[in-house]
């Protein structure tokens, strides 16, 4: 008897600690840069990522990374995450897996798949997700887009298909005059004031109008009234597009606009706020971290005018050695944006860290700065 009481001690005990032991470990601050685990204690491996908030829960999607410089290619697919408080994330596995290698499949094993973002359309009940695609060893040069489609937001997502947006279509924001040049790349000289005109006045479009313009670096915007946008880098990274989506967000509706022609942007990032839209980017540098730049515009349209560099402080030149990927509104907190962005190690992918920052706004212009470790309070003052 005294021995079962003595073993129902132990246990109860073990029990407490193993509580108190989850309950030290929950996070209750985010630390940008530093190893972020998830509910079972492994590094959160969803890089590029964007979120999701659906049913009063937010699903973290991102590129699962593996090992080693060829971790940067899809070996596993997206991965997905959920959370009631952006702190906490469950694993919730491989969102979209990709093809078995040999297949012939656009996601085989070994292609690349970049920066995914999962919207929800609320007439079809369908996750929708888009993603970057680059074939299997071809480098980047397919520069398309890809999307997927699940009755769940976890998934598992069915890959529909990939595709350059918008062939044989003109931007809106484009001269009528521009549509007839026939001026080539050969003719001029990469990176000089004439190329540069050159570029704005639709050298590449008009090289990609056949096939659909290229797609790279991209993020989704729904906005208040359930359209949604497509947000790419395209024309050899040199200007971003921003492209409305068919209702049932599986397609472009034809409508579409240039943004910042050769300001070279990639890794864009949305928010909207008192009835302006803010855009965040980066610009081309690789995997290596550059100074980040933003925008704002009265339309998603555009025109955009630039705010400059938004981060502020030590490491801002560098954007605090992390590139964005996503801004993600805080749920019942009033203007309250989280930057997200990728701290790559190419070297070895799967070691790559978020850093997650409060966007403050200051005379009309969002403001990123540095923190070793915040939370929600943040805020509130
Ligand atoms: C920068 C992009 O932002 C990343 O998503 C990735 O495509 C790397 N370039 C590849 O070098």
């Not at 659906?54 to 590129?63: D, K, Q, R, S, V």
């Not at 090289?207 to 729904?222: I, K």
């Not at 009234?225 to 024309?235: L, M, T």
């Not at 921003?242 to 864009?268: C, M, Q, R």
Request: aromatic residues 14%.
């Amino acid at each position: 008897m005294k021995s079962l009481f003595g073993l129902l001690v132990i246990f109860a005990c073990a029990y407490t600690n193993a509580q108190a032991q989850s309950l030290s470990d929950k996070h209750r601050a985010f630390q940008p840069g530093e190893i972020w685990t998830d509910t079972e204690g492994v590094h959160i491996n969803a890089h590029g990522g964007g979120i999701l908030f659906h049913g009063g829960t937010y699903y973290w999607f991102g590129e699962h990374k593996t090992d080693g410089r060829t971790g940067n290619r899809a070996m596993v697919g997206v991965s997905c995450y959920s959370s009631n408080d952006l702190l906490n994330w469950k694993r919730e596995g491989v969102a979209l897996a990709v093809h078995e290698e040999g297949s012939g499949s656009d996601i085989e094993k070994g292609s690349v798949i970049e920066r995914p973002k999962v919207i929800y359309n609320e007439k079809t009940g369908k996750f929708v997700m888009w993603f970057h695609l680059e074939l299997k060893d071809q480098g980047y040069n397919a520069a398309k887009t890809a999307l997927a489609t699940s009755d769940h937001p976890t998934g598992p997502y069915e890959f529909q298909k990939s595709l350059r947006p918008n062939p044989e279509t003109w931007p809106i924001n484009f001269k009528k005059s521009w549509k007839k040049k026939t001026i080539t790349e050969k003719e001029l000289e990469g990176w000089s004031d004439e190329w540069k005109k050159e570029v704005a006045e639709g050298l590449f479009i008009r090289r990609d109008f056949q096939t659909g313009q290229m797609a790279r670096d991209m993020t989704l915007y729904v906005d208040d009234d359930g359209k949604a946008y497509h947000i790419y880098s395209a024309e050899e990274n040199l200007t971003l597009h921003i492209a409305e989506l068919t209702e049932d967000y599986l397609g472009f509706s034809g409508k579409w606009a240039v943004i910042e022609p050769a300001g070279h942007n990639e890794a864009p990032a949305v928010f909207k706020k008192d009835g302006k839209y803010y855009l965040i980017t980066s610009g081309c540098t690789g995997w290596e971290p550059n100074a980040a730049r933003s925008f704002v515009a009265d339309d998603l349209m555009g025109p955009w005018t630039s705010l400059g560099n938004p981060a502020v402080g030590e490491g801002a030149d560098l954007t605090f050695d992390s590139q964005s990927t996503f801004i993600v509104p805080v749920q019942g907190k009033k203007d309250a944006f989280i930057f997200m962005a990728d701290r790559w190690r190419p070297e070895n992918a799967i070691d790559g860290r978020y850093v997650w920052l409060p966007i403050q706004m200051k005379d009309g212009r969002p403001v990123l700065e540095w923190q070793d470790k915040w939370d929600f309070s943040y805020f509130d003052k």
